[in-house]
């Protein structure tokens, strides 16, 4: 199975009521943020059989549009796996929901998501340090219970791929 890890999006700032964050939506950058993942995968040509999101709104916009521009038709799945307090016992369950499917995106938070990240590439069952930055999206090749990190890309590194591609296909002006 192909699994991608999608953290969400910018959403502002984490607010102090936990009911009312769980609302909170993608701001401008976020929206801007999905837009580069987005078409990124699409150039990649990723195909995904299930889009996996946390609940919460931040998650599930990301989900949305990073899933319009993938071109994805399914319907959009959440799970309280990808919950900000959901253990690493609760992923396992998600994926073991999922694993007929021979790609998948699961969207969530910080620290677990990058924690699940972690515990799927290590093979010795510690945890991988990393860290998925909001938007970013990391691709594993994964084989029974542990998997082999492909790739991992934030929104930064495109938007600048982007606007580099953009600047080298204008035409040169000639100074005289």
Not at 65 to 87: C, F, I, W
């Amino acid at each position: 199975m192909i699994l991608y890890f999608l953290r969400h999006a910018s959403a502002g700032t984490h607010g102090p009521n936990p009911k009312k964050d769980e609302k909170r939506a993608l701001d401008k950058e976020g929206i801007e943020q999905c837009g580069y993942i987005g078409r990124a995968l699409a150039a990649l040509d990723v195909q995904v059989d299930a889009i996996i999101s946390s609940p919460l709104k931040r998650c599930t916009q990301t989900a949305s549009l990073v899933g319009n521009e993938l071109g994805y038709e399914g319907k959009l799945q959440m799970d309280a796996g990808l919950r900000p307090e959901a253990g690493l016992a609760d992923f396992r369950k998600l994926l073991e929901r999922y694993a007929h499917q021979e790609a998948i995106m699961v969207i969530g938070h910080n620290p677990n998501l990058s924690q699940f990240l972690g515990a799927v590439i290590s093979d010795s069952g510690c945890e991988a340090s990393l860290e998925l930055k909001k938007g970013a999206v990391a691709k594993v090749e994964m084989r029974r219970t542990s998997g082999t990190l492909q790739w991992c890309v934030t929104p930064k590194v495109l938007r600048t791929l982007y606007e580099t591609a953009v600047e080298s296909s204008r035409p040169k002006t000639s100074r005289k």
